[in-house]
């Protein structure tokens, strides 16, 4: 076997370059996964109330403009526009700790930041899920994905590692500074990428509101869109409840310094790796649908293992259903996203991914104030209970779809009829 053969779309000169800008990128986001809302509890003692709160402005950007950005990225070419969300996330990070240093950073500033950068994101993710099978192909969008999400994981341990020791060195605000340097190495990076992508083309009937309705058209009248739709929306809600409350529970009932929660973190990393690394074997033997409903059914039931935990070893135990946890969203979500790509016209990519990111990301925002008023009536350990209820009972519109008996994604023909009909 040659080596171009062994190295797969690695070999790829521009799909190198895609791999090497999000691995930039996303160690910038997971530091800032990790310090901003230490920046909140550690650097201006903020209450549950204040955390969750901050958790929700950093998802209301899907719930603002999710499905207007999927519109406007279809009219764009989609890597201009992960280029400047690079850049401009970057910029907007710089001013925490410049704030700081100023003695002007308030839990507001922080509000206002984690709400612009959470917007950008969503312009950035709907570009880059729908950039991939241009620069790729179709057929090779399951390799892609598993790549791309082996180094992000790859990066869920390495960011949280190295976050945590500067946090303690330098103070959280200062570590912001390696986010933003990250995001903004990304961008450089990704003006490299040679690939053509042509400008796309108006449709016969241009208009905002014309677009956006297709595109929700699409997705809630197909039954697999809209059953995976409505299954990530449970979850990613209930999910917003957890994590507004996980730091709280473990810097305030267990004790741990942000070194320790790093460390966690970083172990949640490590299950997320394994979950990119398995992904594709698992899609192969088990079936891309059977592994969008069975990958979560396992797994997040283990998050109840977290409000379980005391101080000491048993924390470590409880890090093992987070890192399961991981585990199994990346299988699911490689297989998702596969299958969703597999599924939609490519002039419709960028609309539909924006409408399953709007209506499955929208709810988040309330998830992070629920989980923050909830941990301020019944305490962190409770709301993680509530918090893991929820993700384990997400999986059951996904098994009662036709997934449940469909195992592969829909071939090119297919897709190709979908699209003249549509």
Known sequence: MSASARLGLLGDR?????????????????????????????????????????????????????????????????????????????????????????????????????????????????????????????????????????????????GPAAAGPLIALVGAPATLVAGAAGMALSGLLATTIHAHEHTPRPGRHPGLRREIKEGLKFVLRHPVLRAITLGDAVFNVSLAVYQAMLLVFLKREIGLQPSGIGLLLSGMGLGALLGALLADTASKRVGQGTVIWLAPLVTCPLTALMPLARPGWSVYVAAVGLAALSLGGVVRVVAQTSFQQALTPDRLLGRTNATIRFISWGGMPLGGLLGGALGSVLGAAATLWIGAVGMSVSVLPTLLSPLRTRSAAPARGEVTRQQSVT
Request: neutral net charge.
């Open 14 to 158: 521009d799909f190198g370059r895609l791999f090497a800008a999000t691995a930039l990128g996303q160690f910038g986001d997971r530091v800032v996964f990790l310090t901003l809302p230490l920046v909140a509890v550690a650097a201006l003692d903020a209450d549950e109330f204040h955390v969750g709160l901050l958790a929700a402005m950093t998802t209301a950007g899907s719930f603002l403009v999710g499905l207007p950005a999927g519109a406007w990225v279809d009219r764009l070419r989609k890597r201009t526009v992960m280029v400047a969300a690079d850049f401009a996330r970057a910029l907007v990070l710089a001013t925490v700790p410049v704030a700081w240093w100023a003695d002007l950073l308030t839990i507001w500033w922080l509000c206002v930041i984690a709400l612009i950068h959470g917007t950008l994101t969503v312009f950035f993710d709907v570009a880059y899920v729908s950039y991939l099978p241009h620069l790729v192909g179709r057929d090779k969008v399951v390799e892609g994905n598993a790549r791309l999400s082996a180094v992000r994981s790859v990066t869920s341990i390495s």
